[in-house]
């Protein structure tokens, strides 16, 4: 949420500084703009939209030096307009500041500046952050330059609330850039004779592979050349260099018209990259080392709460009936944004994993240290190996799902879910599943990559039922069991990118009210694989249909009475019940992309919505 980047180095700043915006973009496209710094002036571009306005301005404007910070931002505070894009500046108009986070004690600060004669222009708590930077470094009798920067900045932000990844500079120290973190992620990229600042390596991946993750608290001063890190509660801080394990080719599109297409492609192997090394047939079970909990350990767990947002909250859905399933352990889902302020009965043998793809959502990383701060082990299910949630959590288990671009989240479930089955087969082992049924989970397992691509295969025959209800005035998700989470799934995949109103339901619901809903122009989908719910599913098909409401299913395949009952269906192979929410989420994520691709929506970028929420 909101993209952040900073150059310093032999180039010029600006192609840098763009070419990393627009690999940021997915986080946040509301508006952009750069801060170039050349013969000890600063210069600013910004505007509201797309990137491509700012790249517009900047060819009418044209701006140069080596010195730069950039950002694209997510509305927070303050509407969309250019002059509340980022860069903001000081009342002196010397130094300027991107943020990405929230200052939630803006309000009293910008009062107080106001009542010294302060001016803003803008109405976000980034501009009152810059000016109470500048005012303490105006305030201090030092000599203008670096030093009096971090000083100042040190001071201002003890008195800020809130979370911040922040770059600044400033006219009089025209040899470095300074960044600092609390709660919104900030890296640094080592070049030879230049650096940066990013708040997620792809922006920067393209010049370096070398990358320094600040922690919580940390202030960096960097130049062309080198780097300082130190603390903000004190001393220096210590510090790794990383290996980027991505490259600048797989954050991008190639042949594919879009990401969301590309990485719902890329599911048969990122399925078999969830379970890359984790499948042992000599002991018929998964080995999930980064747990770092021993067989015994597992053993004395007698209740997991598997907590996550969004999409994320959905794979923990499908985890919570495929545990409870293979493991018999109990297993509660808590919205992370709940859990993080609901006081839950937590029995000492409980064990929390928090999912999420990206690593640093803000509401996951809060129930992360809430289950840390009441004595709980808390595991991390996260994509992004560097991220805060999976560098403060006690282990856990790695997607290596790549670099997920499109705003929607589709591999990233798929892999979650898949780590979920791999999490029921371990526990289950441990207590009740013999050889042979672990044996045939693994079989299962192991056959699920080239399902996928079977249906896949069938995407001419999903984009053209995708097109016959695209005009659809809203849509119903419906599945029972396993299948429940895979329809809200479903629906927010439709909801989120072609804008269509569709809700998720158990669906024997329907009865309960949802019917009301369904008309002829209310298409409801079925998930209904020929599992131990099958003729039950049947009959709330036939209960839509005579209301008159059009019925696509997600069937198995070979199914007759499937075929007959529903308007069309969409295949997927046979395969136990546990596992069928990872294939219905195929077909349904490539529902939700040929509807929104028909609809003409920027299936990308859906309106409103930014990849990795770091805000509360
Ligand atoms: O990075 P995370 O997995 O923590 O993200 C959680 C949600 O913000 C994310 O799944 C969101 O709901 C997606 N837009 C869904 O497609």
Redesign the pocket.
């Known amino acids: 949420m909101c993209g952040i980047v900073g150059y310093i180095g032999k180039h010029d700043a600006v192609p840098v500084l763009l070419d990393g915006l627009r690999r940021l973009e997915y986080r946040g496209y509301d508006s952009a703009g750069v801060a170039i710094l050349a013969d000890g002036k600063i210069s600013v571009r910004k505007k509201s939209g797309r990137i491509a306005n700012l790249t517009d301005l900047i060819a009418q404007s044209p701006v140069a030096g080596h010195v730069g910070i950039a950002h694209t931002r997510w509305a927070t505070h303050g509407g969309v307009t250019d002059a509340n894009a980022h860069p903001h500046s000081d009342q002196s108009g010397r130094l300027f500041l991107c943020h990405n986070g929230v200052i939630e004690n803006y309000a009293t600060i910008k009062e107080q500046l106001i009542s010294e004669g302060h001016t803003f222009k803008s109405q976000t708590d980034t501009e009152v952050l810059a000016h109470l930077i500048g005012k303490e470094y105006d305030a201090l009798a030092s000599a203008p330059g670096t030093a009096r920067l971090v000083k100042s900045l040190r001071s201002a932000l003890t008195q800020v609330v809130g979370t911040y990844g922040i770059i600044l500079m400033h006219a009089d120290a025209p040899g470095v850039i300074v960044g600092a973190r609390r709660g919104s992620p900030l890296v640094l990229g080592l070049g030879s004779g230049e650096n940066f600042f990013a708040s997620d390596v792809s922006a920067i991946v393209a010049h370096t592979r070398e990358a320094v993750y600040l922690k919580d608290f940390d202030i960096a001063v960097l130049g062309a050349n080198d780097f300082e890190i130190t603390s903000l509660l004190g001393g220096a801080s210590g510090y790794e260099v990383s290996k980027v394990e991505f490259s600048a080719d797989d954050v991008s599109k190639g042949s594919y018209a879009h990401y969301m297409l590309k990485e719902i492609h890329e599911q048969p192997e990122t399925i078999r990259d969830a379970m890359r090394g984790r499948l042992v047939r000599e002991e018929a079970t998964a080995k999930l080392g980064g747990l770092g909990m021993t067989p015994q350990q597992l053993r004395e767990v007698d209740r997991i709460i598997l907590t996550?947002?969004?999409?994320?909250s959905h794979a923990a859905m499908c985890g919570e009936y495929i545990i409870e399933a293979l493991a018999h352990v109990p297993v509660e889902v808590e919205f992370a944004s709940e859990f993080r302020y609901r006081n839950l009965p937590l029995p000492k043998d409980t064990l929390v994993f928090c999912i999420?793809?990206?690593g640093e959502?803000a509401d996951?990383l809060a129930a992360l240290r809430e289950g840390k701060r009441k004595g709980l082990r808390v595991l991390g299910i996260c994509n992004n190996v560097a991220s805060t949630i999976a560098r403060e959590s006690d282990g856990g288990v790695y997607m290596h799902a790549g670099p997920e671009i499109g705003?929607?989240?589709t591999k990233?479930f798929t892999s979650q879910v898949t780590i979920m089955a791999l999490l029921g087969l371990m526990l289950g082992r441990i207590r009740h599943l013999s050889t042979t049924e672990g044996l045939r989970i693994l079989d299962e397992l192991e056959a699920l990559p080239g399902k996928v691509a079977r249906i896949l295969a069938q995407s001419d025959h999903i984009r053209a039922v995708a097109e016959k209800y695209a005009h659809a005035k809203a849509m119903m998700f419906l599945g029972r069991q396993f299948n429940y989470p895979a329809a809200l799934e479903g629906a927010?995949?439709m909801k989120?990118i072609s804008y269509i109103h569709a809700s998720g339901y158990p669906s024997a619901e329907l009865k309960h009210g949802v019917i009301a809903l369904i008309t002829p122009e209310v298409p409801s989908v079925f998930i209904a694989p020929e599992d131990s719910v099958f003729e039950k599913n049947v009959s709330n098909i036939e209960e839509v249909k005579a209301r008159k409401g059009p019925i696509i299913a997600v069937g198995t395949e070979g199914c007759d009475r499937i075929a007959k009952v529903a308007d069309d269906v969409l295949w997927i192979p046979e395969c136990p019940d546990y596992l069928s929410p990872i294939l219905a989420s195929i077909p349904l994520q490539l529902l939700a992309y040929y509807t929104a691709v028909h609809l003409g929506c920027d299936v990308d970028k859906p309106r409103n919505?930014a990849k990795?929420?770091t805000v509360e």
Do not use: D, N
């Not at 996550?308 to 994320?312: N, V």
């Open positions: 996550g947002c969004g999409t994320a999420s793809q990206s959502t996951t705003v929607a989240a990233s927010l995949k989120e919505l990795s929420v």
